[in-house]
């Protein structure tokens, strides 16, 4: 038999918890506990907390995006940013110095780099042919 993998684990959680509030939310999630006790997964609750909090973002139509900059940016300028992506965006911003200028966002495996050291570089290869 297969093993079930944390992200199984975090889908099905979804699919039992969905809805519901209260006592049976309560009874849902002792039940979901006993499982992962009986699987010797409990060790494995954080991880199987990050994917279900992902998986749960995704049905929900939540973009996590990774804004980083040369610079700490503002609020209005990471809003627009943001808004760029859609309605339901959250937003982590870092700060590498490294870049020069410009941003890089990063949103799941895709990345938009905008950043002066990565048009530098284009620019160095592009010379240098």
Same mark, same amino acid.
């Given at each position: !038999?297969?093993?079930?993998? $944390?992200?199984?684990? /975090?889908? +099905? *959680?979804?699919?039992?918890?969905?809805?519901?509030?209260?006592? %049976?939310? %309560?009874?849902?999630?002792?039940?979901?506990?006993? *499982?992962?006790?009986?699987?010797?997964?409990?060790?494995?609750?954080?991880? &199987?907390? %990050?994917?279900? @909090?992902?998986? #749960?973002?995704?049905q =929900?139509?939540?973009?996590?995006? =990774?804004? #980083?900059? +040369?610079?700490?940016?503002d609020?209005?300028? &990471?809003? &627009? &940013?943001?808004?760029?992506?859609g309605?339901?965006?959250e +937003?982590?911003? $870092?700060?590498d110095?490294?870049? @020069?200028?410009?941003?890089?966002?990063? !949103?799941?495996?895709?990345?938009l780099?905008?950043?002066?050291?990565?048009q530098?570089? /284009?620019?160095?290869? *592009?010379?240098?042919?």
């Amino acid at each position: !038999m297969a093993k079930t993998s $944390n992200k199984q684990y /975090a889908h +099905a *959680l979804y699919e039992i918890s969905i809805g519901l509030k209260g006592s %049976d939310l %309560d009874s849902s999630l002792r039940a979901f506990v006993e *499982l992962l006790v009986r699987n010797h997964k409990l060790k494995q609750a954080h991880n &199987i907390i %990050d994917e279900f @909090i992902s998986y #749960t973002k995704k049905q =929900e139509g939540v973009v996590e995006l =990774e804004i #980083t900059s +040369a610079r700490q940016l503002d609020e209005k300028t &990471i809003e &627009i &940013i943001k808004k760029a992506f859609g309605e339901k965006v959250e +937003a982590i911003q $870092n700060v590498d110095e490294d870049l @020069i200028g410009g941003v890089r966002v990063k !949103m799941g495996d895709k990345i938009l780099d905008g950043s002066l050291k990565s048009q530098l570089r /284009a620019l160095h290869e *592009l010379l240098s042919r």
